[in-house]
């Protein structure tokens, strides 16, 4: 039987392509990009994310300092325990009388971190610094993934929606989640409703209605405000000049970035950086 691992590196520079088990990767320091089929993903400190088994993706690493990844992988026969146990009465479990699950298939995304599964991996990171035995790592394994079992409610974000079938919500839930995936990886580019609706492989007035209902906000809004974070992050922690700055985010105009960054942050970016010395 193939064991759960642990893949716990730092590196400027990594490439890999392939498949593997149920697992779920962070990274600190830095950030990766992935390339699921059509779908992109980047992953920093902000966030975390879960792959499915066989799914096939490319990571690529390509930062100016260190990255530190801590992905952990769940084997097939693992996870199937896991769920048919969490799927089990009490009864059940005594009688070894546990009907057996092939596992299962869970939103494949980025999740922000906040809750117990971020504080599970920042734990588990420490740990492994420091050298985990044996039977600590089982415990950890199983800590893990029955939370995110357990914490893998995204489901009930589908009720937003307005589709009359469940698995209907679903599809639609999980398109709208490929549209906001990509534009996490490309806000600093000139994107088009167009463009976004393919990736979503919905209409434009679709794609724009349930995004609204999900986020409560337009994909323009959306990418606006992921813009301005990163604006407000590289004035904040670099010498970069506020113009350079508004145009590595996707600005054409320094104009609208200073207007839209007021509008968001309640200043304007020369007052933060003067603030910020």
Request: with cysteine.
């Amino acid at each position: 039987m193939q064991d759960n691992f642990i893949i716990h590196q730092k590196a400027k520079t990594y490439q890999w392509t392939g498949d593997c088990f149920l697992s779920i990767k962070s990274f600190y320091g830095g950030k990766a990009d992935y390339q699921v089929r059509q779908r992109e993903y980047q992953v920093d400190q902000t966030n975390f994310l879960i792959l499915n088994e066989c799914t096939k993706y490319r990571l690529t690493i390509d930062t100016q300092k260190e990255t530190e990844s801590f992905c952990v992988f769940f084997s097939p026969e693992f996870v199937s325990k896991v769920v048919s146990d969490l799927n089990s009465s009490d009864e059940q479990l005594l009688d070894f009388n546990v009907k057996q699950h092939k596992g299962i298939k869970l939103f494949e995304r980025n999740y922000h971190h906040n809750g117990i599964v971020s504080e599970l991996l920042k734990t588990g990171k420490e740990k492994s610094n420091l050298g985990m035995d044996e039977l600590e790592k089982d415990e950890f394994y199983l800590q893990l993934l029955s939370t995110i079992l357990h914490q893998n409610n995204v489901l009930n974000n589908t009720n937003l929606l307005n589709s009359i079938k469940k698995s209907t919500r679903e599809e639609l839930y999980q398109r709208i989640l490929y549209v906001k995936d990509f534009i996490d990886c490309n806000y600093h580019r000139n994107l088009r409703l167009k463009e976004l609706a393919n990736i979503g492989q919905l209409s434009e007035n679709h794609l724009l209605r349930n995004f609204n209902r999900i986020f409560g906000c337009t994909p323009f809004q959306y990418i606006s405000k992921k813009r301005i974070q990163e604006g407000k992050r590289q004035i904040l922690e670099t010498n970069k000049t506020i113009r350079e700055i508004a145009f590595n985010i996707g600005y054409s105009s320094f104009g609208n970035f200073s207007n839209y960054f007021k509008s968001i942050v309640g200043q304007s970016p020369s007052d933060l950086r003067k603030s910020d010395i």
